[in-house]
């Protein structure tokens, strides 16, 4: 090849500013269309071997997305330019097909609709039901013995995949539980975690004085059902009481000799020292009169309702998010346990007035003359409890009352020991709030244990509060009753399964609770209280649970309010007990 002159080289070039290939407008390259390049457009494999096979279809879209997240595919900077224009005769067209689709199909292994039936003798069916179990006998790597749920995802503590996630899940709006009124003044907004972290040690406590009866508590509830019998749950008519703390004249006359700085009930106690686990709307009412706080609850309050699986993921829904049945609302579900505590506490005891326990004095609340019923076994312990601080000056004391509901004698020294009586109760296993929870007629003989872990988890702040008002009240015992439904569509009939005796601090060891975090919950809310205002005049404080947040709200309000006369509109649903009204 000859050698090219320079002056051939210079007169070639491009008289224009610009260097490079001359631009063109031209979209055919020998009469065949191509794409521009664009500058996104990234090269990738061309050949990619890594693709395809088993283990990329069963990545889904996470492997997708981590293989293929970075990747552009080239070309994909500009619209297609090979795209096929549809002809408009087209759009018109439709297939007519009469055949029905098929939707049963037959197969065998993996993905096949075949259902087996075992017709021998202590075969099981496999063919699992709506919200069944199946168990896989035979698991890849000789793994047996695990559940899979077939609404999606592996039981027994694996993540259920479909439906709602945690993060996914709808925020429920539910109702407070008092009507929060324009001349009521918040003063502080207090989260759950703050409250998380105090600590206060107040020891074990010491006792005042004790008042009214117990009588003896009927074993023979112990022992199991005789198989295929059921027995039922009475109505006995008692008279009990439940007044708030500022009605109670003992607490009076110890408020008159300066027994304490604070005094509250063992209900109002325990709710306010079990308050991070609570999710429904509660309320307190604080009044201060000079430099003594009486911690008090209103007519008609939430605390006087024991709440039924407070705790579930997927709580009793009320009838504005969709529930239809009635009796299944939370508010009747509320109304229904707390007669069933009563009942409950009043026939497992051994009514006898030749045999009972008698306190030294009886009982603060009763006027024979206008009690047309039989007291109801209670008996009220007054205890006093040191709250102090280092900073103190003066010792900073708090006074309870505490309740108890029967004694039993002690199996081998024969001593008295004090109990409290609750129950549980189950109202359909299958409807929508049960929170997961076993079938109690066939599982609680057998499964006791996974019985009541499932009630922890549910009840979590209702047996917290059981517990702590134990505790508090120095019961040696603690009886919980499994009531359920005589059927699952009739609330006013009920069953007891069985009953089961704790330890109450043991109990309470099971539940995680700490005794000193919730005495420090009281001295922070108490010294709260304190600070707004130096004792010169009354004032009354409202303590409100945010309905739908992990948050409490101190307001300041008038001093008549919740006094008779008042209409004060109330957010719960059902009558409670308060003032000095007899249940």
Known sequence: MAPIALSDIIQALPTEDTWGP???????????????????????????????????????????????????????????????QVAEDESSFSVVDNTRPSTRTRGFGRGGGTVFRGRGRGQQTQRGGRGTLQRNTGGRGGQQGQYFDNRGGRGRGGRRFGGWKDYDKPQRNRDSSVQIKPDWSMLEEIDFK??????????????????????YYDRTFDKAPVKNTERKLNIIE????????????????????????????????????????????????INRRGNKIFLDKRDGSALDLVSVN??????????????????????????????INLSFANQVVMESDSSRYDFEHSNPFSNPSEETEPLASKGYRYRRFDLSLERDEEPFYLVVRSELDAVVKNNISGEDQFMTIKALNEFDHKAQGSGGALDWRAKLSSQRGAVVATEMKNNSCKLARWTTQSIIAKADLMKIGFVSRAAPKINDRHVILGVMGYDPRKFGDQLGINLNNGWGIVRTIVDMVLGKSDGTRDVKYVLVKDPNKAVLRLYEVPLHTFEEGEDDDVGDVGDGEGGSDAE
Do not use: H
């Open 22 to 84: 001359s631009i063109t407008s031209e979209s055919l390259v020998d009469g065949v269309p191509y794409a521009p390049y664009s500058k996104g457009d990234k090269l990738g494999r061309m050949a990619d071997w890594t693709s395809g096979g088993k283990d990329s279809e069963r990545g889904g879209r996470q492997a997708y997305q981590r293989n293929y997240r970075d990747q552009q595919v080239y070309g994909a900077g500009t619209s297609s330019l090979f795209a096929v």
């Open 194 to 215: 703050r409250l998380q972290n105090l600590n206060l040690d107040t020891g074990a406590g010491e006792d005042l004085d004790a008042y009214g009866f117990l009588y």
């Open 238 to 285: 008692r008279t009990s009481y439940n007044v708030s703390t500022s009605y109670d004249p003992v607490i009076q006359e110890m408020a008159d000799k300066d027994e304490a700085t604070i005094f509250a009930t063992d209900s109002i106690l325990s709710m306010l020292m079990c308050s991070p686990r609570s999710v429904y709307s509660w309320d307190l009412v």
């Open 310 to 339: 407070e705790n579930a993921a997927d709580a009793p829904l009320e009838a504005s998010e969709g529930n239809k049945d009635t009796i299944n609302f939370p508010g009747a579900l509320a109304e229904e346990a707390t007669m």
